[in-house]
């Protein structure tokens, strides 16, 4: 009886029947159960982030002098000079400052007029 008690409690059928047990248990189980939690974290959370990063290496690669750039601390400015991976920001007539490359985040781009509403 009391064996009977903890099998059950471990998760075997009452009676001591084995139903489900071994490798197809498994195939039934939590096996699939943890290919789509996986399939979920892959396409909601892992692969946008590498797209991303992709992106926003292509985007450093392709700087130039004369571009104008916004940084991770919000500080926009045009870029004097690269070198390798130290770009210079002038912010202000004849203020400029160094930046390392990585913490450059966007490209500041036209802003685009409010729509009207009608």
């Known amino acids: 009886m009391l064996l009977d008690t903890v099998a059950f409690a471990m998760g075997a059928a009452p009676g001591g029947a084995e139903g489900a047990g071994g490798p197809a248990g498994l195939l039934a189980g939590p096996l699939p159960m943890l290919v789509l939690m996986f399939a979920i974290f892959y396409f909601l959370l892992i692969r946008p982030q590498q797209k991303k990063a992709k992106t926003h290496k292509n985007m450093l690669d392709n700087l130039k002098n004369g571009d104008k750039v916004w940084t991770n ?46």
């Open 73 to 118: 601390g919000g500080i926009r400015g045009s870029i004097v000079e690269i070198k390798d991976d130290v770009v210079t920001l002038e912010i202000a007539k004849d203020v400029k400052i160094d930046v390392r490359k990585g913490f450059i985040t966007d490209l500041d781009g036209p802003v685009a007029a409010p729509e009207k509403k009608k």
